[in-house]
């Protein structure tokens, strides 16, 4: 109470842990409802209304880490290991651009190898060049000239903004902890954006679901040189994790402010079958009633991206698809409780059902025209439109706070 409408509010970890605690009691809708109604209004003061799409490809399920939650593991067993070739991962990306979607997001399972590295670099340099050629050969066909008087426009157009010309599209990593070496070549390769989730903020439950050689001060490490090198940092953590409190979750948002972050995506833990992480779970509620379980993970979740929308305001915050695991509307509803950005799944559907990192994972047979189209129609149910044609920069990354 008392915030005039779309302002933010520097909450401090007990605030949060109490909003939390309601939300969780179910005790005082009336809160919940203005939790809500205020991150939306905070939402719509920054990013206008306007959603952004990140297209993401899945270019790869083979990984050297052995997270006990996720599908893909290195340990988990019967998964058959796969890696696009170069050229389809390009292709995806000229589709997305043909299709107005200017902001790509490779995520794959993480692997430290040379040619692990060169491979990406090859991936980012192809899809900035295609790209930004398509990109050219598009809008010279539009205003009928030529692409050298539509890329002296686009020029003009950046330094009147005084930024980079926008052409092409934008590319963001998800490729997990490396060497600093390695981030700086991927930010000369054109990669400009870096989505890496801390997971927890509490290092000792980070611990006990990350195997050594993993350690979560690695990971922290891994998110302040991914600034240093100049990218815009995504982060992270899920919500309902075995042995996560609430006190933990409150944790969650205040690392996310004092680390920085540009965008942030928050999802709910989901079981997955032949993983430590759900034998875990099962072991702790083993009376649990797990819709209605799932239901209040749902709730945490989307609280979550609230409390962070209030907190930060100018970040980007991803709707995720595993909300849509839970609730068939899950990501229309978490765009109406701050947040601001959408993951149309891009990934060819022969690879989807082997990127299968928790169970009843949506799409998993859809191809990337239904889904590009399947997320307008849901934007529009709940009276958003996507802000297609732009990368869409997150506020905080041009206007530091
Ligand atoms: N449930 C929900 N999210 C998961 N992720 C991995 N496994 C699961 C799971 N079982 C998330 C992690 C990772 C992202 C790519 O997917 O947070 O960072």
Not at 94 to 122: D, F, P, S, V
Not at 175 to 204: C, K, W
Not at 257 to 280: E, S
């Amino acid at each position: 109470g008392g915030l005039s409408p779309g302002a933010t509010a520097n909450l401090d970890r007990e605030q949060v842990l109490g909003v939390l605690e309601a939300v969780w009691r179910r005790g005082d809708l009336n809160l919940e409802r203005a939790l809500y109604s205020h991150a939306n209004a905070v939402t719509n003061k920054y990013c206008g209304g306007g959603v952004y799409y990140r297209g993401l490809v899945e270019f790869s399920n083979i990984c050297q880490n052995d997270c006990s939650y996720c599908g893909i593991r290195n340990n988990q067993k019967e998964v058959w290991r796969y890696t696009m070739p170069v050229e389809e991962v390009v292709e995806v990306a000229k589709w997305a651009l043909e299709n107005g979607i200017r902001n790509i997001m490779l995520q794959g399972g993480e692997l430290k190898t040379e040619q692990r590295l060169a491979y990406l670099e090859a991936c980012v340099r192809a899809i900035r060049e295609e790209t930004t050629q398509l990109d050219l050969e598009m809008r010279a066909r539009a205003a009928s000239t030529t692409t050298a008087e539509a890329a002296a426009s686009a020029q003009a157009d950046a330094e009147a903004k005084r930024g980079e010309p926008e052409l092409g599209v934008v590319v963001s990593l998800s490729v997990g902890e490396l060497p600093m070496e390695q981030y700086e070549r991927l930010f000369r390769a054109g990669a400009r954006r870096y989505l890496i989730r801390i997971e927890t903020s509490n290092p000792d439950l980070y611990a006990a679901l990350h195997p050594e050689p993993m350690s979560w001060h690695a990971r922290v490490e891994c998110l302040r040189n991914l600034k240093k090198a100049g990218y815009m940092l995504g982060t992270g953590v899920m919500v309902g994790l075995p042995g996560q409190t609430l006190h933990d979750l409150a944790g969650d948002v205040m690392f996310f402010r004092d680390i920085k972050a540009d965008m942030i995506g928050m999802g709910p833990f989901i079981t997955q079958p032949g993983t430590p992480a759900t034998d875990k779970w099962t072991a702790l509620y083993p009376n649990a009633n797990k819709n209605s379980h799932m239901k209040s993970m749902f709730d945490l979740t989307t609280a979550m991206n609230a409390l962070v929308r209030i907190t930060m305001g100018n970040v980007n915050i991803s709707a995720t698809t595993a909300l849509q695991a839970i609730i068939p509307t899950g990501r229309e509803i978490a765009l109406e409780r701050g947040a601001n950005v959408v993951m149309p799944i891009l990934t060819p559907t022969q690879y989807r059902e082997s990127y299968q990192l928790y169970e009843g994972k949506p799409c998993i047979t859809d191809t990337a025209v239904q889904c590009r189209r399947c997320l307008d129609m849901r934007l529009h149910s709940v009276g958003k439109t996507s802000a297609a044609g732009v990368w869409g920069d997150p506020a905080s990354f041009l206007h530091p706070i």
